[in-house]
């Protein structure tokens, strides 16, 4: 079965960091481009970051950059987003999507074939 899964959510507080993995199984993740999305309470699911394929090319959404950093481990058939300087507006629900193509700033949630459950991430004092 083809499947991602999210992990290294959690409680941090404002300014600290998390390391979010997102692990895939049944496929070559190298294969794909992968997506970060998240989606915060009340509010729609949005793209955060993305990653090619061969991990070559990176986008992020203004929001986050200079504080997150998408990378990727082929061998390990994982991919991660680095969260530093976190901020409670970065509370969300994490979810990691593969596609077939890199999409670049183009975040629609309809070119990626694979979803992973998500991962909880709160941003708190």
């Known amino acids: 079965q083809l499947q991602l899964v999210e992990s290294g959510g959690g409680l941090v507080q404002p300014g600290g960091s998390l390391r979010l993995s997102c692990a895939a199984s049944?496929?070559?993740?190298?294969?794909?481009?992968i997506g970060w999305f998240r989606q915060a309470p009340g509010k729609e699911r949005e793209g955060v970051s993305c990653?090619?394929?061969?991990?070559?090319?990176?986008n992020y959404v203004d929001s986050v950059k200079g504080r997150f950093a998408i990378s990727r481990d082929n061998a390990k058939n994982t991919v991660y987003l680095q969260m530093n300087g976190l901020k409670p507006e970065d509370t969300a629900i994490y979810y990691c999507a593969a596609a077939r193509w890199y999409t670049g700033s183009y975040y629609a949630p309809s070119e990626y074939r694979y979803w992973g459950q998500g991962t909880r991430v709160t941003v708190s004092s």
């Open positions: 049944g496929f070559t993740l190298d294969s794909y481009a």
């Open positions: 990653i090619s394929s061969g991990g070559g090319s990176t």
